[in-house]
């Protein structure tokens, strides 16, 4: 089976490069950016005929669509752009998997929640609540894949984080060993996600959807919610940052969110509830400090760090 791979440089995408290594599967894998080293087809999703002559160019049994608009702050003076990426090229997308008979992996955003105060793990099938651009063209975007008639499965996901590109992890690891004192707010709470981890259950998905019968739509089709596993403030997820990279040095302040001030509200209880797709395609899903040493690990062996990663 050919798979498709848009956004492809970016954290998750290059993941799917990683997790690709050894498939029996051909994967293509698309951005309208280079990245040094890496084999890159240009594809921009925003334009319709373009994506269907690549889905003609193999027999594309599978997209995984990693692109987006994802500068939730820029996002607010830019709707435009964010509703052509975000909603406008996944509607081409889906349109196109459903003329051709493949499935769409659409990944989407806890950011479709955040106007009603949740404090319960939130479900796929609750109301989408988005308080700002960002969410609001992730939501019309997963509404263009529902609607489209493809095969689908919709992932969303929340506080993602690679050794790839720009990242909170990422960030905090440089600001804790730069500065000997760093405030955080900690009236925000989710899940961090490791972008191999999610790499990995997509991957799952994919061979779910490779022993169908073939015949009549998807069983699997829907929306499914993926993050590591366990709950934390982003205070929490930089003192773990502080402590496995041995920058013991910097001292953490909790903040609240209204300290930095922001063009959206961002939501201040994101958990998201991950049982229906650890049982629908028998997920064993990693605890979120155990996926982030493994990911500074990672960053080590590839030269990025040199600090030690401590138990």
């Given amino acids: 089976?050919?798979?498709?791979?848009?956004?492809?440089?970016?954290?998750?995408?290059?993941?799917?490069?990683?997790?690709?290594?050894?498939?029996?599967d051909r994967y293509i894998f698309t951005d309208v950016n280079t990245a040094d080293g890496y084999a890159t087809e240009y594809l921009d999703i925003t334009d319709p005929d373009a994506t269907d002559r690549i889905m003609k160019s193999g027999n594309i049994g599978a997209i995984v669509n990693c692109a987006g608009y994802t500068?939730?702050?820029?996002?607010?003076?830019?709707r435009e752009l964010a509703m052509r990426l975000n909603a406008e090229a996944v509607k081409n997308l889906?349109?196109?998997?459903?003329?051709?008979?493949?499935?769409?992996?659409?990944?989407?955003?806890?950011?479709?929640?955040?106007?009603?105060?949740?404090?319960?793990?939130?479900?796929?099938?609750?109301?989408g609540t988005p308080t700002g651009v960002y969410g609001e063209t992730k939501l019309a975007g997963e509404k263009a894949v529902i609607t489209s008639g493809c095969d689908y499965v919709?992932?969303?996901?929340?506080w993602l984080y690679s050794e790839y590109g720009k990242n909170f992890a990422k960030t905090m690891l440089r600001l804790t060993a730069e500065k000997p004192e760093l405030k955080v707010v900690f009236d925000q709470t989710g899940t961090p996600t490791y972008a191999g981890d999610l790499a990995g259950a997509i991957s799952s998905v994919m061979e779910d959807w490779g022993k169908r019968s073939g015949t009549g739509p998807y069983c699997g089709s829907g929306i499914y919610h993926y993050s590591n596993e366990g709950?934390?403030?982003?205070?929490?997820?930089?003192?773990?940052?502080?402590?496995?990279?041995?920058?013991?040095?910097?001292?953490?302040?909790p903040c609240h969110s209204e300290e930095f001030p922001s063009k959206v509200r961002r939501p201040s209880y994101s958990v998201l509830d991950k049982t229906k797709i650890k049982e629908r395609f028998g997920l064993e899903i990693p605890y979120w400090r155990d996926s982030l040493k493994k990911c500074l690990c990672h960053m080590i062996e590839s030269g990025n760090i040199q600090d030690n990663i401590h138990e």
């Avoid at 089976?1 to 029996?24: H, K």
């Avoid at 919709?154 to 929340?158: D, V």
């Avoid at 709950?231 to 302040?253: L, N, P, Q």
Wanted: glycine share 10%.
């Fill in 94 to 127: 889906a349109e196109s998997a459903a003329r051709h008979g493949s499935l769409l992996i659409h990944i989407s955003t806890d950011y479709v929640f955040g106007k009603e105060p949740y404090n319960t793990p939130c479900r796929e099938d609750q109301p």
């Fill in 71 to 78: 500068d939730v702050e820029k996002a607010e003076g830019d």
């Fill in 154 to 158: 919709i992932i969303r996901t929340s």
């Fill in 231 to 253: 709950v934390c403030s982003w205070y929490d997820f930089a003192k773990a940052v502080a402590e496995y990279s041995g920058h013991t040095g910097c001292r953490i302040i």
């Fill in 1 to 24: 089976m050919d798979i498709l791979v848009t956004g492809s440089n970016g954290q998750l995408g290059m993941e799917m490069r990683r997790v690709s290594a050894g498939s029996a």
